[in-house]
C-alpha cells in the first residue's frame, strides 16, 4: 500500500514539474518580445530581445493573438531561422532587414499574412529560398533587395508590387501561378519558371476562319470548363477552338478552382498573293490556306475568261493582255486576288529606221515576242538604196538570254519589196528545234538579238553581201 502511495506522489510530481518548467518556458518565450497593443485587443512584436538564434514567434503574448511583426522587430538581429504563426497578417518595414544570418522563415499552416513591408528582409543575403503565404496581396518597396542569387514561391494570385521589390537580387527559380501579377514580373527575369497548379501549354495561339486549333493545358486534375468571350469570333468545346471571324477572343478554362488564360487571334483567310503578274501564255499558282486535305473544297473562277483562266487547283494561265480577278470561294466566304496579265515581249534595241542614213540595206531588231511555238522576233529592213530590195537569202538569227541561246535560225530566203529609202518591216518566227529553251521574257533580265551574214538583192542585177556582227541593242 506504501509502494502504491508513492508511485502516486512521485507522477503526481512529476506532472507539477512538467507543468512548472512548461509554464516557465512559455513565459520565458513571451519575454523574449517586446509588444504594443492594437486597438482590437491583439497585439504587434515590436522588438525581439531574445538570444535564441532558431526563433518560432508564438501566436500570443499575454494572451492576447500575435497579428503584426512590427517595424524593424528583428532589424539587425542574429536569428537563423524564423516561424511566423499563422494569426500574423503582417510584417512591416525593415522587420528582418540586415539579418546576415537569417537562412530560412517558415510560415505555419494557415497563415493569414496579406502585407510584407519595405525592405522587410533586404540585405538578408543568406536567406536564398523564399516561399511567401497565397494569402499575400501586397508587397512593399525593395522588401527582398540585395539578397544575391534566390529562388521565390508563392501560390498568391494578384500581389501588388511596389517598386524596386527584387533590386540588386537575381531571382535564379521562380515558382508561382501562371498568369499571377507575379508571373508577369518576375517570368521573364527569372532563369527558370515553374508553375503552381494547371497551366496553358501555350498562351496566345492564332486560328485561321473555319479551321480549328486544340489549346492545352498542363497539370490538370478532374475537369475543365471551357468559356470564350465571343462566340462570334471563337467557338471552344473541350479545348478545341473553332475560328468564327476575324477578330479576337479570350477563351478560359477553369480547373481546380483556377482559371486558366488563351488569347485566340482569329485570321481571316487570303488568297496569295493577293496580287501578281503572269504573262501571256504562262502560268502562276494562287493558295488559299485552308486545312490540310480541304483543298478541294476551293471553288476557283475567274471574272473575265478572256484574259486570264483558273483551274481546280488554282493554276492561273494568261490569255490575253488585261486584268483579271480571281475568286476563291470556301466554307461560304469569298476571298479574291487581282491578275495582271502582261505582253511576253520585250524590247532589245533602240535605233534609227531612217533610210537616207544607209547607202545600201541594214538590219535591226526591236523586240522579241514569246510565243506558245516558241519566239517570234520583230524588226526593220532599212533600204537606203535608190532601187527597191526584193529580198534576203542566208540571213542567221539568234535570240540570247544572258549568255543562254534561246533560239537560233538561218533564213533562207526573206522577202522584203522594200521600196528605195523606205523602211520595211520584218517578222522571223522560231519554232520546233530553233527553239532551244523556253523562258518568259519579261522576267529575263537581258535579252539580245544578234545576227551574221545575208545577201541583199535589188531590182538591178547587183547584189550587196552584208555580214553584221555586230548587237544590234548595243
Same mark, same amino acid.
Given at each position: 500500500?506504501?509502494?502504491?502511495?508513492?508511485?502516486?506522489?512521485?507522477?503526481?510530481?512529476?506532472?507539477?514539474?512538467?507543468?512548472?518548467?512548461s509554464?516557465?518556458? &512559455?513565459?520565458a518565450?513571451?519575454?523574449?518580445?517586446?509588444?504594443?497593443?492594437?486597438a482590437?485587443?491583439?497585439?504587434t512584436?515590436?522588438?525581439?530581445?531574445?538570444?535564441?538564434?532558431?526563433?518560432?514567434?508564438?501566436d500570443?503574448?499575454?494572451?492576447?493573438?500575435v497579428?503584426?511583426?512590427g517595424?524593424?522587430?528583428f532589424?539587425?538581429t542574429?536569428?537563423?531561422s524564423?516561424?511566423v504563426?499563422?494569426?500574423?497578417?503582417?510584417?512591416?518595414?525593415?522587420?528582418?532587414a540586415?539579418?546576415?544570418?537569417?537562412?530560412?522563415v517558415n510560415y505555419a499552416?494557415g497563415?493569414?499574412?496579406?502585407?510584407?513591408?519595405?525592405?522587410?528582409?533586404s540585405?538578408?543575403?543568406?536567406y536564398?529560398?523564399?516561399?511567401?503565404?497565397?494569402?499575400?496581396?501586397?508587397?512593399?518597396?525593395?522588401?527582398?533587395?540585395?539578397?544575391g542569387?534566390?529562388?521565390?514561391?508563392?501560390?498568391?494570385k494578384?500581389?501588388?508590387?511596389?517598386?524596386?521589390?527584387?533590386d540588386?537580387t !537575381?531571382?535564379?527559380?521562380?515558382?508561382?501561378?501562371?498568369?499571377?501579377?507575379t508571373d508577369s514580373?518576375?517570368?521573364?527575369?527569372a532563369?527558370?519558371?515553374?508553375?503552381?497548379?494547371?497551366y496553358?501549354v501555350k498562351q496566345?495561339?492564332?486560328?485561321?476562319v473555319?479551321?480549328?486549333?486544340?489549346l492545352k493545358?498542363?497539370?490538370?486534375?478532374g475537369?475543365?470548363?471551357?468559356?470564350t468571350?465571343d462566340?462570334t469570333?471563337a467557338?471552344?468545346e473541350?479545348?478545341?477552338v473553332?475560328g468564327?471571324?476575324e477578330g479576337e477572343?479570350?477563351?478560359?478554362?477553369?480547373?481546380?478552382?483556377?482559371t486558366v488564360t488563351f488569347k485566340?487571334?482569329v485570321?481571316n483567310l487570303?488568297?496569295?498573293?493577293?496580287? !501578281?503578274?503572269?504573262?501571256?501564255g504562262? !502560268?502562276?499558282?494562287?493558295?488559299?490556306?485552308?486545312p490540310?486535305?480541304r483543298?478541294?473544297e476551293?471553288?476557283?473562277?475567274?471574272?473575265?475568261t478572256?484574259?486570264?483562266?483558273v483551274?481546280?487547283k488554282?493554276?492561273?494561265?494568261?490569255?490575253n493582255?488585261?486584268?483579271?480577278?480571281?475568286?476563291?470561294e470556301y466554307?461560304?466566304?469569298?476571298y479574291?486576288?487581282?491578275?495582271?496579265?502582261?505582253a511576253n515581249?520585250?524590247k532589245?534595241?533602240s535605233?534609227s529606221?531612217?533610210?537616207?542614213?544607209?547607202s545600201?540595206?541594214?538590219?535591226?531588231?526591236?523586240?522579241v515576242i514569246?510565243?506558245s511555238s516558241?519566239?517570234?522576233?520583230?524588226?526593220?529592213f532599212?533600204?537606203?538604196?535608190?532601187?527597191k &530590195?526584193k529580198?534576203?537569202?542566208?540571213?542567221k538569227?539568234?535570240?540570247?538570254?544572258?549568255?543562254?541561246?534561246l533560239?537560233t535560225?538561218?533564213?533562207?530566203?526573206?522577202?522584203?519589196?522594200?521600196k528605195?529609202?523606205?523602211t520595211?518591216?520584218?517578222?522571223i518566227k522560231f519554232?520546233?528545234?530553233e527553239?532551244?529553251?523556253?523562258?518568259?521574257?519579261?522576267?529575263?533580265?537581258?535579252v539580245k538579238?544578234t545576227?551574221?551574214?545575208g545577201?541583199?538583192?535589188?531590182?538591178?542585177?547587183t547584189?550587196?553581201?552584208?555580214t553584221?556582227?555586230?548587237k544590234?541593242?548595243?
Amino acid at each position: 500500500m506504501k509502494s502504491i502511495c508513492k508511485k502516486i506522489v512521485a507522477v503526481v510530481l512529476a506532472f507539477a514539474i512538467t507543468v512548472s518548467f512548461s509554464g516557465i518556458s &512559455a513565459y520565458a518565450a513571451e519575454a523574449d518580445y517586446q509588444t504594443s497593443a492594437n486597438a482590437d485587443g491583439t497585439v504587434t512584436v515590436t522588438k525581439y530581445i531574445g538570444t535564441e538564434t532558431a526563433v518560432t514567434i508564438p501566436d500570443t503574448i499575454g494572451g492576447a493573438a500575435v497579428t503584426a511583426i512590427g517595424d524593424s522587430a528583428f532589424y539587425g538581429t542574429d536569428v537563423a531561422s524564423v516561424t511566423v504563426p499563422a494569426s500574423v497578417k503582417s510584417v512591416g518595414a525593415n522587420a528582418f532587414a540586415y539579418c546576415v544570418g537569417l537562412t530560412e522563415v517558415n510560415y505555419a499552416e494557415g497563415s493569414t499574412l496579406t502585407s510584407v513591408g519595405a525592405s522587410a528582409f533586404s540585405k538578408c543575403s543568406k536567406y536564398s529560398v523564399v516561399t511567401l503565404p497565397e494569402s499575400v496581396t501586397a508587397v512593399g518597396n525593395s522588401a527582398f533587395s540585395n539578397m544575391g542569387k534566390i529562388s521565390f514561391t508563392t501560390a498568391a494570385k494578384d500581389i501588388k508590387y511596389a517598386d524596386k521589390v527584387f533590386d540588386s537580387t !537575381t531571382v535564379n527559380k521562380l515558382s508561382c501561378r501562371q498568369g499571377s501579377t507575379t508571373d508577369s514580373l518576375l517570368k521573364s527575369k527569372a532563369k527558370s519558371v515553374q508553375y503552381i497548379g494547371p497551366y496553358a501549354v501555350k498562351q496566345s495561339v492564332s486560328v485561321k476562319v473555319s479551321a480549328t486549333v486544340e489549346l492545352k493545358i498542363a497539370q490538370v486534375e478532374g475537369d475543365v470548363t471551357w468559356a470564350t468571350s465571343d462566340e462570334t469570333i471563337a467557338t471552344v468545346e473541350n479545348g478545341i477552338v473553332t475560328g468564327v471571324d476575324e477578330g479576337e477572343a479570350t477563351i478560359t478554362a477553369v480547373n481546380q478552382g483556377q482559371t486558366v488564360t488563351f488569347k485566340v487571334k482569329v485570321v481571316n483567310l487570303a488568297v496569295k498573293p493577293a496580287y !501578281t503578274k503572269v504573262s501571256v501564255g504562262y !502560268t502562276t499558282t494562287l493558295k488559299l490556306a485552308v486545312p490540310k486535305g480541304r483543298e478541294s473544297e476551293i471553288k476557283w473562277k475567274s471574272s473575265n475568261t478572256k484574259i486570264a483562266t483558273v483551274s481546280k487547283k488554282g493554276v492561273v494561265k494568261g490569255v490575253n493582255v488585261g486584268n483579271a480577278t480571281i475568286h476563291a470561294e470556301y466554307a461560304g466566304r469569298k476571298y479574291s486576288s487581282v491578275v495582271t496579265v502582261r505582253a511576253n515581249q520585250k524590247k532589245v534595241a533602240s535605233y534609227s529606221t531612217n533610210a537616207a542614213k544607209y547607202s545600201s540595206g541594214a538590219v535591226g531588231f526591236c523586240e522579241v515576242i514569246k510565243t506558245s511555238s516558241g519566239y517570234t522576233v520583230k524588226g526593220h529592213f532599212i533600204n537606203g538604196s535608190n532601187v527597191k &530590195a526584193k529580198y534576203i537569202k542566208g540571213l542567221k538569227v539568234t535570240i540570247k538570254a544572258g549568255k543562254k541561246v534561246l533560239a537560233t535560225k538561218t533564213v533562207k530566203k526573206l522577202k522584203l519589196n522594200a521600196k528605195a529609202k523606205k523602211t520595211k518591216e520584218i517578222t522571223i518566227k522560231f519554232t520546233g528545234k530553233e527553239v532551244k529553251k523556253s523562258v518568259d521574257l519579261p522576267k529575263t533580265k537581258s535579252v539580245k538579238v544578234t545576227r551574221t551574214g545575208g545577201k541583199f538583192y535589188f531590182t538591178k542585177k547587183t547584189t550587196i553581201t552584208k555580214t553584221v556582227t555586230k548587237k544590234v541593242d548595243e
